[in-house]
Structures are given as structure tokens and as C-alpha cells.
């Protein structure tokens, strides 16, 4: 067996093993059971819960932080790295897009060091659990099995539906790991389409004792994503069955009334705009850390940590992304939305801040959507000692249902219903005005290509710095364009290409993988 399939299988194995130790206490307090067969353990749903709780903390963990999110927010036409942060030569590769986005790149190494291992877990659990599936005979405990299997696969095929969009054709893993070697992309998607659809089958429509857990209407919204994604050149990409499955799902959710409350720190889990959330917590034991990338140094230098507003300049937003349509930018007048998502007043205690202490740009607008308040010391004079935007960990709506109808629409336009199309977008667009959109603000008739551009700018509006951004624009073909145009770090440099929608495979993987050489590296990459 080739040395990275033992690496990814002991990976797995620490994962099993975190994931059992800090998901079920009751199963710790069961004597110790020496002689139960692979068979007798994934046959027993009791068991199995404990490895499924490990793989979604796993999965909420590639999101965790600068190596997880943060970083792989910059380097687009909504968001860019801060000038200090631009000092950092390696770093600075994820805007410029220049020789410094290579193969030896350790950010790039670290997201798609995230991702794997936890595939690979994965990938052993769902052939742990098909044995199982062919040895019992019950049809209740089979039942159970299956929706375990469910969750496990909708775990793998988010994380492959993410690795192949970053990274283009990627392992996939067999049932029995016997090559971690690069697949064509037919193959890695039709491993993505198959977990999601598995899980969309078996999942139950809700999961009020298991919150964190996905439901088949998050199973069903990610299947439909992955058909409006699937490089055409697969022959897979579908906008017809990408509006069946937002379709099934649209009964299920609704908007919120507020935008503002999407992004409070008091948000309970599910609501009825959230389809699927990492539960992010504000303590060491599940912080998102995304504040400390995402505030101002400038407050962080005068204030400290325990300022809920303060941080390291890491993820800007771009002019485009927080000027008006006068100023050249994406907002329109009256629109909600903007001063939800970022934040222009930097005044703290009464006292203003409007002269930065180091970068020229510390002070311009920032990303307010993931301040989370009860990290500032005047909460709790007794606790500021402990308080620090390093533990911000507001929830996160992965999956939520103005994203579900704005995908809708994109695909009902595609499939030439773009009048049903304006009217889906418009449902969205009423909330950003308080619940009743102006005329002046309501779409009206557009032709196809008008509905193309205008719904790339409302999906900025509703969705900037929420993860979704890179991958609208790599499947829309516009990475280079709007990217060369919007963000100043790229427009700099001039050298972004097409070939940097996709990110450099590592370094580290080729060398040590034996089922890859230097030749599977991708095209432009030394």
C-alpha cells in the first residue's frame, strides 16, 4: 500500500478517534468491547454516531481560521488581502497571482491539507458502513445505518465538491484506498453527484435532536449546486435537474424578515432561512477565529484584543465591493444590506478612529458580517482578561435559502424562463428594502445575458463574504475578468491567468504521493 494512502489512513484514524472522545461521553462509559468485528461495529448505529459527529467536527474545522477560510476569501473581485498583509511575500501570491502562487505555497498546502484527510475518513466510513448494510437483515437497524451513511457521504461529497472546484481533477478515493492518484473530472463528479444524491435519499427532512447534522434539504441544495458546477467539458452540468432539486426543497425554508439577524451572535440553530450551519462557538472550543483576520489593526493597536471590532487586515473588502453604483460600485441606494455587511464607523467608546497606525487601508471599510460582539471586554469587565476577537465563533449559514433562490433564478434563466427568473430575484431583493422593493428597485425585463451580469452583483450583495464568491466565479468563466478589474492587488500586477482558477496542487502531495508525479501538477505551475 503507497505511503500517502497510510498517511491519510492514520489521519483518518486520529479524526475517528477525536471525533469519538469529544462527540459521545456515553459511549466512553461502556465497557470495553475487544473482540467486535469491523462488521459488529458499523452495524451498531451507537457506535457509528460517535465517527459521524467527528466527521462534521472535521468538516466545520476546514473552515476554522486563516488556513481555512480566511486566506481563501482574498485574491477575488469582492475581497483582497490589507497592505500590510502584502508584505508577506508568500502570502501576497493570493492576490497578485504571480510566481509566488506556486506548488511550495504553505497556505495553499494547509487547504488542501484540510480537506483530505478528512475525505479519506470518510471514504472508510462509507465502506465500513456498506459492509455492514450487507450483513444485517434488519430493516429498522438498516434504516439507521443508512442514515448514517447519508450524513457521512453529504461530509465527502461537500469537501470534494469544494477540492475539485479549487483544485480541478483530484484523488478519489475507492472503497478499498488502493490509489490516491488523480482522477479524470467525470469521475471525481460523478462521485460528488452520487454522495449527495444517497444523501438526499436517506437523510430525514429535519434534525431537531442532531442540529449540527445535515438534512436532505441541505443534501438536495449541494446536488443542485454541483449541477450548475460541473465543468462543461464533463458533460454533467444540468441547469434542468439543478432547478428540480432547488425545486423539491423551496417549501421547506423562507427568508428571514431581517437580514441583520442572519448574522447576530443570539441566532438559533436552524432557522428558516438556514439549510445548513456550522455551529461555531465563542470559546477554545470551537472559535471561528475570523475576527482576528477580518477587523482592524488599527483598533486592535490601540484597543487590544478584547475589542470586538479589532483584527489583522487579512480579508478586505474591494472598492467594488463597498462603494455605490455612483462611486463605481456594486450598492444601490436604500439597500439594507451593505451597512449589515460592513463596517464604515470605526468609533469605540464614544471615541472615533480615524487615522491609521500603520497600513493606509486599515480604516477603509471592513467585513462587520462576523464581528462577534461577546468577545469585547465590555461585556464582562470581570472576564476581559479572557476576552479576544480570536474566539469570535458566530454560527455560520454554509447553505441558506436566499442562496437556494438565487440559484434558482440563475438556473431558470439559463433555461430561458428569465421573466420567472426576475420575479425569484425579486423576492430576495424586497428584504434588502425593509420588505417592500421599491419600483425604482424592482428587475424588471432583461435579456438573458443583462439577467448573467446583474445576478453576479446581487449575489455579491447577498453573499459577499460568505465563502461562495471564488466558486461563482470560477463556474461562470468570469475569474479573470472580474478579478483583473476589481481587485487592486491583481490589476497591480497584471500577471493573473486563466489557469489560476485553480489553485497549484502541492508541493508536498507530488513528492510524497506514489501515485503522482511532477507532470500531474497543474498547467502553469512550476
Request: proline share 4%.
Amino acid at each position: 500500500m503507497n505511503t500517502k494512502i497510510n498517511q491519510y489512513i492514520s489521519a483518518g484514524i486520529v479524526l475517528l478517534m477525536l471525533g469519538m472522545l469529544s462527540a459521545c461521553s456515553d459511549f466512553l462509559d461502556q465497557n470495553p468491547q475487544t473482540a467486535l468485528t469491523p462488521e459488529q461495529v458499523f452495524g451498531n448505529p451507537e457506535y457509528v454516531e460517535p465517527v459521524v459527529d467527528g466527521l462534521y467536527t472535521s468538516f466545520r474545522g476546514t473552515k476554522h481560521g486563516r488556513e481555512g477560510w480566511s486566506l481563501q476569501m482574498v485574491g477575488l473581485d469582492e475581497s483582497k488581502q490589507g497592505e500590510v498583509q502584502m508584505n508577506d511575500a508568500e502570502q501576497s501570491g493570493l492576490d497578485y497571482y504571480n510566481g509566488a502562487l506556486n506548488g511550495t505555497h504553505s497556505k495553499v498546502t494547509a487547504f488542501w491539507d484540510r480537506r483530505l484527510p478528512v475525505i479519506s475518513q470518510a471514504t472508510t466510513t462509507i465502506s465500513s458502513l456498506d459492509d455492514a448494510l450487507n450483513s444485517i437483515q434488519n430493516e429498522g437497524l438498516q434504516a439507521s445505518i443508512r442514515q448514517l451513511k447519508g450524513n457521512v457521504c453529504f461530509v465527502r461529497g461537500s469537501l470534494m465538491y469544494e477540492l475539485t472546484m479549487l483544485w480541478g481533477e483530484v484523488p478519489v478515493f475507492d472503497e478499498e484506498l488502493t490509489s490516491t492518484g488523480r482522477q479524470a473530472l467525470s469521475v471525481v463528479w460523478e462521485q460528488i453527484f452520487s454522495d449527495f444524491t444517497y444523501a438526499a435519499e436517506n437523510l430525514p427532512d429535519q434534525q431537531a435532536d442532531k442540529p449540527t447534522r445535515a438534512t436532505s434539504g441541505a443534501a438536495f441544495a449541494m446536488l443542485g449546486k454541483a449541477y450548475m458546477s460541473a465543468p462543461i467539458e464533463t458533460e454533467l452540468r444540468d441547469f434542468g435537474k439543478a432547478k428540480e432539486c432547488f425545486e423539491k426543497i423551496r417549501s421547506r425554508y423562507s427568508l428571514d424578515t431581517n437580514y441583520a439577524n442572519l448574522f447576530s451572535e443570539n441566532l438559533k440553530f436552524n432557522s428558516p432561512e438556514s439549510v445548513f450551519e456550522f455551529n461555531f462557538t465563542c470559546d477554545w472550543t470551537g472559535y471561528s477565529c475570523w475576527q482576528w483576520d477580518m477587523g482592524s489593526r488599527t483598533i486592535a493597536n490601540a484597543l487590544g484584543e478584547p475589542c470586538y471590532f479589532g483584527g489583522y487586515d487579512v480579508a478586505l473588502p474591494t472598492e467594488y465591493a463597498y462603494k455605490m453604483k455612483s462611486e463605481g460600485g456594486v450598492w444601490e441606494e436604500g439597500d439594507l444590506r451593505r451597512n449589515v455587511a460592513m463596517r464604515f464607523d470605526f468609533t469605540y467608546m464614544g471615541i472615533p478612529f480615524t487615522t491609521p497606525a500603520w497600513g493606509a487601508d486599515e480604516l477603509d471599510p471592513h467585513i462587520k458580517k462576523w464581528e462577534d460582539i461577546r468577545t469585547d471586554a465590555l461585556l464582562g469587565t470581570n472576564e476581559a482578561p479572557t476576552k479576544s476577537f480570536y474566539l469570535s465563533g458566530k454560527n455560520y449559514m454554509y447553505l441558506r435559502y436566499a442562496d437556494i433562490l438565487l440559484s434558482l433564478a440563475e438556473c431558470m434563466n439559463e433555461l430561458g424562463q428569465t421573466s420567472e427568473a426576475v420575479t425569484v430575484v425579486n423576492e430576495v431583493r424586497a428584504r434588502a428594502w425593509g420588505g417592500t422593493l421599491p419600483s425604482d428597485k424592482q428587475w424588471n425585463a432583461l435579456s438573458q445575458d443583462e439577467f448573467r451580469n446583474q445576478i453576479m452583483d446581487e449575489r455579491i450583495r447577498e453573499l459577499c463574504f460568505e465563502g461562495w464568491r471564488r466558486i461563482d466565479l470560477i463556474r461562470t468563466g468570469k475569474f479573470v475578468e472580474l478579478i483583473k478589474e476589481r481587485n487592486p492587488w491583481a490589476k497591480q500586477s497584471g500577471t493573473i491567468q486563466p489557469y489560476n482558477m485553480r489553485y497549484p496542487i502541492p508541493d508536498k502531495e507530488i513528492r510524497t504521493n506514489d501515485d503522482m508525479s511532477p507532470e500531474d501538477q497543474n498547467p502553469g505551475y512550476n
